[in-house]
C-alpha cells in the first residue's frame, strides 16, 4: 500500500517554461511535506518545504502548493532551467515522528 | 564532517555473503537514517535512530538486516546472507532532530550489487 505517489515517472520541459510535479498520498497523518531534488550518483538534497498548516511557499524559482482536502502537493519551476534535469521526490513526514515517506520520484528533464 | 559520508561507495559481493555498510553523519546531528532505493523505485525506509531512543526499525525487509548506531555518531548497516533482490543503493541520512524542517542531509549512498 503506497501512502505517496508520484504518478508522472517523467516530465519533459523546454527550458524557460514551467515544470509542474505533483504528489498524491492517502494518509492525513502528515504535517510536513517536502520535494528532494537528485541527481545520479549523489544523494537526495533538500529543496523545500512546507507545512500543513499553510498551502503556499515560495523560494526562488521554486513553489510548492498543498491542497490538505484533495491530500495533493505540486512543486512548481519556473522558468525551468537545464540544471535543474534530475529527478525529484516528495517525501512526506508524519506528526511526531522525524520519519519521511518518499515518493517513488518524477524524473525531469528541461531542454533547450 | 562537513556532509554525510558513506562507505564503500560501491561494494560487490557473491550471494550468500555477508556485507557491512557505514554512515558517518554530521557531527551533531542526533538522527540518523537508512534508505534504500532498487532500481527503478522510489526511496524505502529502512532504520531510524533518534538520540538515545530505541531505534525505529519498522522498515526492515528481513531480520537478515540489522543496524547500530554508536552514540550519536558512526553507524554501520549489515546484511546477513546477501540475495540477489537485496541490490540497491543505500542511502544514509542525518538531521538535527527535533522535526527540523530542513529535512534530511543525505549522503551520496552505498551501491551494493549481488551476484
Known amino acids: 500500500d503506497q501512502q505517496v505517489k508520484q504518478n508522472s515517472p517523467s516530465l519533459s520541459v523546454q527550458e524557460g517554461r514551467i515544470s509542474i510535479l505533483n504528489c498524491d498520498y492517502t494518509?492525513?497523518?502528515?504535517?510536513?511535506f517536502l520535494w528532494y531534488k537528485k541527481y545520479p550518483a549523489e544523494g537526495p538534497t533538500f529543496l523545500i518545504s512546507?507545512?500543513?498548516?499553510?498551502d503556499k511557499n515560495e523560494d526562488g524559482r521554486f513553489t510548492v502548493f498543498l491542497n490538505k482536502s484533495a491530500k495533493h502537493l505540486s512543486l512548481h519551476i519556473v522558468p525551468s532551467q537545464p540544471g535543474d534535469s534530475a529527478v525529484y521526490f516528495c517525501?512526506?513526514?508524519?506528526?511526531?515522528?522525524?520519519?519521511?515517506?518518499f515518493g517513488t520520484g518524477t524524473r525531469l528533464q528541461v531542454f533547450p | 564532517g562537513a556532509g554525510v559520508s558513506q562507505s564503500p561507495s560501491n561494494k560487490v559481493t557473491e550471494k550468500g555473503k555477508d556485507v557491512e555498510l557505514r554512515c558517518d553523519p554530521i557531527?551533531?546531528?542526533?538522527?540518523l537514517y537508512w534508505y534504500r532505493q532498487r532500481l527503478g523505485q522510489g526511496l524505502e525506509f529502512l532504520i531510524y535512530?533518534?538520540?538515545?531512543?530505541?531505534?525505529?526499525k519498522s522498515g526492515l525487509p528481513s531480520d537478515r538486516f540489522s543496524a547500530e548506531r554508536t552514540g550519536e555518531s558512526v553507524s554501520t548497516l549489515t546484511i546477513q546472507r546477501t540475495q540477489q533482490e537485496d541490490s540497491a543503493v543505500y542511502l544514509c541520512?542525518?538531521?538535527?532532530?527535533?522535526?527540523?524542517?530542513?529535512?534530511?542531509?543525505f549522503g551520496s549512498g552505498t551501491r551494493l550489487t549481488v551476484v
Open positions: 541520512a542525518s538531521s538535527a532532530g527535533s522535526m527540523s524542517s530542513y529535512g534530511y542531509t
Open positions: 494518509n492525513s497523518m502528515f504535517d510536513y
Open positions: 512546507i507545512s500543513s498548516i499553510k
Open positions: 517525501a512526506l513526514r508524519s506528526y511526531n515522528t522525524d520519519k519521511l515517506i
Open positions: 557531527s551533531g546531528h542526533t538522527a
Open positions: 535512530f533518534q538520540g538515545n531512543s530505541a531505534p525505529d
